[in-house]
């Protein structure tokens, strides 16, 4: 698995909880703030457009404000397909990673490519983003032993989305409110960003899910 995707700065050496509160400075509910367990900010997303339920474009920000990824809904498009650009985004600029998609029977999965990777990184996503209670898995693809067999894949855990609690009223708070758990050497701009586009395609479901969400990644 390589680090940085997005920004060597937020591959953290050590395990980092950031508190996720679906807010904004100008409209509350409508964007998102980021903040580690000093309280500081660390990401931040703003939105413009109050009683909006999905937008085609969003901004990963880092505390002061600096561009660190642009998230566009790829139109038309039947499978949700978004692209993330490095920065700010410019005319021509080629996107480091898309996510769409991807319709099997009985449920569906959301893909990933990070492109000018190698070899292929996937992430998986286990349990329900609705519910703020998945894993994001590292996933090394099978590989082929000399017999034509396929080796076991190894999965490891690398973030967690996770109900808050507020450990003074002992109540959980609502889902506004949760904590991303990044193990230590993951890109955390990078999962936020997946965090932000798992919130426009699901975010607004309200229903019990179980589906699973995969991230595939190439070079």
């Not at 409209?27 to 500081?40: H, K, Q, R, V």
């Not at 999965?155 to 507020?166: H, L, N, W, Y």
């Amino acid at each position: 698995m390589s680090c940085p995707i997005v920004n060597e700065r937020f591959c953290f050496k050590e395990e980092m909880n950031l508190t996720i509160h679906k807010s904004s400075l100008f409209y509350p509910g409508d964007g998102f703030i980021a903040y580690n367990p000093g309280g500081e900010i660390v990401f931040r997303v703003e939105s413009y457009c109050p009683a909006s339920r999905s937008k085609d474009e969003l901004i990963l920000m880092d505390s002061t404000g600096a561009s660190l990824v642009t998230l566009q809904r790829k139109k038309p498009s039947l499978h949700q397909r978004w692209e993330g650009f490095l920065g700010e985004k410019n005319e021509g600029q080629e996107p480091i990673f898309t996510i769409h998609k991807s319709s099997i029977i009985g449920r569906y999965d959301i893909v990933a490519q990070v492109h000018n990777t190698d070899p292929i990184q996937e992430f998986k996503i286990e349990g329900s983003y609705v519910q703020r209670s998945c894993k994001i898995l590292y996933n090394n693809n099978p590989r082929i032993t000399e017999s034509g067999s396929e080796e076991e894949e190894t999965k490891v855990v690398v973030a967690e989305i996770e109900r808050k609690m507020d450990s003074d009223a002992k109540v959980v708070l609502g889902k506004d409110v949760f904590l991303l758990c990044l193990k230590a050497g993951i890109d955390g701009a990078f999962i936020m960003a997946l965090v932000l586009v798992l919130d426009q395609m699901e975010g607004h479901d309200y229903k019990e899910s179980g589906d699973m969400v995969n991230f595939t990644f190439g070079h």
